[in-house]
């Protein structure tokens, strides 16, 4: 899908200009292109827990908490410095 790829570019888009921020997991679904397309929230969060992974497995986010570490149901990841 179409909007799947530009929303995996915005994340990546995200990452390469907050280097050394921290993001919660519900930060990256906030930046889904389409608000006004339907997509349920499972599905979202779907699609962006499967970047999240790529993401990680490249070494540009690193899992600095877990969702039981605050008491909320969402990660926080630190943006590693790397090359965009």
């Keep these: 899908?179409?909007?799947e790829e530009q929303f995996k570019k915005r994340?990546?888009?995200y990452c390469g200009n907050n280097l050394g921020?921290?993001?919660l997991?519900?930060?990256f679904t906030?930046?889904?292109?389409?608000?006004?397309?339907?997509?349920?929230?499972?599905d979202l969060?779907?699609?962006?827990?499967g970047i999240v992974n790529d993401l990680i497995k490249d070494g540009i986010l690193e899992?600095?908490?877990?969702p039981a570490d605050f008491d909320v149901?969402?990660?926080?990841y630190k943006i590693l410095p790397h090359n965009k």
Excluded at 63 to 66: P, T
Excluded at 73 to 76: L, Q, T, V
């Design 21 to 23: 921020r921290d993001i």
């Design 25 to 27: 997991f519900s930060g």
């Design 30 to 42: 906030n930046l889904w292109i389409q608000p006004h397309q339907e997509i349920s929230p499972k």
């Design 63 to 66: 899992e600095i908490s877990k």
């Design 1 to 3: 899908m179409h909007e």
């Design 73 to 76: 149901p969402y990660g926080m």
């Design 11 to 13: 994340i990546y888009e």
């Design 45 to 49: 969060a779907t699609l962006t827990s």
